[in-house]
DNA sequence: TATGAATGAGCTTTCATTCAT
DNA sequence: AATGAATGAAAGCTCATTCAT
């Protein structure tokens, strides 16, 4: 089975690993096969292969299969959700104030990136969460729910402007993810299909901004 | 309508097997099994333990372990979509043509249904897309494909009615989808929550309608 | 007597775990291989080669290696020191009370008996307590502690009779326990070797009562 | 006395060696692990992280694992019989001729003392014994064949002298290495206990005088 | 001389699959 | 039809040993 807890997966980085070039390799090798096969039909034979090491390299650093996970994943989830919320939240609270649609389309374009950045990680992580629930429960309580809190707050603030409708926040939020996540899902099943982040962005904030914006007369 | 159906197709499909009563129980137990941990975590004398039969039993009728997952996929593909796109052409053919908001009410009302009634399969399925390209190839294929094209008539039906923006239609019905996603993910990752269907069909029609509804003077 | 007992226990305990004949064979390479060579040196590839079974079925009863030498030794280690603790003692508070010599014949003839029949898993086992300290430990304090009460009672028995030296009961026990190692030890080495178990007790006995007996004038 | 230079002779061969301190420290780490845990079951990086030395330190003055054993075991296994033998008859050729008891009780704290210096080797030698048959064969030939020879001669010795019972030799040499057997294995098994050589060779002597000596009248 | 990354053979263990009963 | 013992290929992993730095 593997990681059992998001906890872990925050304590390591790679930067503090001092990884060397053949270590790197695996690590590269893994994240090609993880997110193509999966986790679980990635042999540790296939990673050497691939990553031209080995068998016994791909354990000198990491541990155990499983610890390669948490090499590729840690790093990853540490990035999902609190710049959405946190560094955004706190980028607004020392700059000029700008209306939603201002705000919509810089968190759209900077996860629409984000995504596409790490659209390989983002796919082994969907993989291990569909398959394991403790992995999703831990998530849920200890990244989900301190963003919601944060971005509750910025939602109120331009429902009191009056600039959006008067819904649940979480509502709302749902309403912004789903929609960016039309764009992004396709791409992860066909990753050889590029985003294109700017038109997506554009398509994303306009139908969002329709769909809970409120026209001033 | 379609949702009634579902059900009583997806046992058809099983009695044409002329499945015993442990030939059945082997599905169910695999059904949970695969769902929860997945189709690579469940070792068939995990499916035999819990299904209460012996593992020979197992591969009596699914000749591998494969051939359950395909059991148990088969008969859900086959109402992803085209049931979704070719009921609802066949109920507009011979009633009277409803407007924009009815049909989505419909439309989504059922898909959430046959999410709800279809859970466990979907996050097999699911499962099944990220890792395994070939599936996903097929399944959008043979799929998704045939169903644009039918409900891009429709949705061009309604353009043309000047009730709905005139987006691409794909683009249309993109949103309608992940909106859906949005209510739908969260039970995946949570299966002991429930779906309120008809609270979520309401929110999903009210926003969808926000987006891309031409409101009449 | 408990002698004749050792084997046959030793084939019920593994009856009760319903054992095929192949994992009978098992069992029998695991004892022989052991014993030779040392738990580490032998591979379960070695244990199947020489079982003429495939290394599946070495897994299919034993979960893991050490669970082959539980096994072996579980049952063993059950009859080293009670059955020459309890059942002499259960045997003399109802009969007739012999003098010490006859004690003392009777148990040396009992536990050689025992040697000789168990010597591979003796083998085993001080193999296993050299180490691995938790199971001396264990061994100690389930085993040795509760027969040396036991035991002590008898001694002083036969010191109030003044049959034997005033003496600290252990330090008799330790002496009539290495003497018969002393016949023991040797076997152990050289497998090939049958204890005499006649002569060898009448030895022992003829010196340890020179040691630690009072002659009556 | 032979028990004052065993210590010392062993520090002389590893000399010879011209071992530098990380060697050394090698070999104190082998030591330690070998007997604590076993030689199979302690790992060449084991004994470098202990050793506070890399792992290519490690191969760099014995060039296999096995080097290291032979080692630490060879100048134990010079010293286990040999000298016993060799240094008291050498002794008593240089000396009046003392009584049995005497000699007995020198023996027999020379050998315990020896037990006690060596006792991490002792417990290796043992196990290596105990799993690898050739090295039984190799120190029974080598060792022991001539050591009873000798000793045979002074039994023979005081026999004549109508001061121990008429027995084989062999047979009385064995009763007095089992007694003390009977004081040293404890401690090989629990190695924090200290063996009181004092009083053990007390009552070895007071025990074996009484089992195989002759009163005089 | 010392290091520790790298190796690869071999170990323990798992598991889909078969087949005699 | 049903069983479950048996299989053996392949998995994850360990570790003695080597060698470039």
Redesign the pocket.
Known sequence: MAINNVEALFAESLNEL??????K?VLRASLTLFSEQG??R???????RVA?????????????????LKALLGPFIQQVLPKAAGEFLDTFANTNVPDFETFLRRIVADRLTFFETNKLQLKIFIQEILSNSDMAATFINKTVGGAITRITAVMKFYQQKNEIVDWDPVRIVRYIMSTMLGYALPNLIQPDKKLNIEQSTDEVVEFIMRGIGIKKS
């Open positions: 001092e990884l060397t070039k053949k270590q390799s986790f679980d990635t042999s540790t034979s296939d990673i050497a031209g090491v080995s068998e016994g390299t791909v354990y000198k650093q990491f541990k155990t299969k499983e610890g390669i």
